[in-house]
């Protein structure tokens, strides 16, 4: 995928922005992303755009990266995590879930809910992924999660812990969406009740991990993963 460097006006209305491409041009983009988005975004950043060739899209660019001025990429658009863990996933790297023969993607479960992966071979227990993107850094490399109070995302830890209760594997994986980040914590100071849900979670037998990718405008990789600590 081709990426456009654009300069960052301004982010609006949640899912739009205003920016200034190379030949001083200004229009307004899509930003594919819900959450609140501290710190992956400030008046003057250097951001990068996809393009879509869908005439009947109302705004044809897309938000996708933005890059910090220390040189780290962060990847704001949401959608762009799952595949890469999925990728991932298929190429063996992630150690703790290989030997499944099938990986299906947003299949329906819990309350309503569909999830990010399902994992299966027949063989052993179905593993069930869930996977957040992680892109908040506020200090030292540490990054959190969440970023805006999440009900979503907690019940998705509850719906984790239903499926560890019925007997299968449940995994949450903190995809790293920013270069800068080296570990993950629960973000207690935003969101106390998603990280009271984690050590319950942790406790009740939810695998969870970090994985972190390089993120650049020519790609996202693979680079390794770490598993969670969660503070009781």
Not at 22 to 48: A, F, L, Y
Not at 111 to 121: A, G
Not at 157 to 172: F, I, N, P, Y
Request: proline share 3%.
């Amino acid at each position: 995928m081709k990426l456009t460097p654009a300069t960052l006006i301004k982010r609006y209305k949640r899912f739009l922005a205003d920016v200034t491409l190379e030949d001083g041009s200004t229009i307004t983009v899509h930003c594919p992303n819900t959450g609140s988005m501290k710190n992956c975004g400030q008046s003057g950043d250097r951001i990068w755009l996809s393009t879509s060739d869908n005439p009947k899209r109302k705004y044809a660019h897309t938000w996708e990266l933005t890059e910090t001025t220390s040189g780290d990429f962060i990847c704001i658009n949401t959608q762009r995590a799952n595949p890469a863990v999925a990728k991932a996933i298929n190429a063996g790297q992630i150690a703790s879930l290989n030997g499944y023969q099938t990986l299906q993607r947003e299949v329906k479960y819990g309350e309503s809910s569909r999830i990010d992966i399902l994992l299966s071979d027949g063989k052993q227990a179905d593993a069930y992924v869930e996977i957040k993107s992680c892109t908040l850094l506020e200090a030292d490399g540490c990054g959190y999660f969440p970023d805006a109070v999440t009900s979503r995302g907690q019940k998705h830890l509850r719906e984790l812990m239903a499926m560890v209760t019925a007997g299968k594997r449940a995994v949450l994986i903190f995809a790293v969406m920013h270069t800068g980040i080296e570990t993950v914590q629960a973000a207690s100071h935003i969101d106390p009740k998603y990280a009271q849900l984690l050590v319950e979670a942790a406790q009740a037998g939810v695998e969870i991990q970090v994985c972190l990718f390089d993120i650049k405008p020519s790609g996202i990789t693979f680079r390794h993963c770490c598993e969670l600590t969660v503070n009781e």
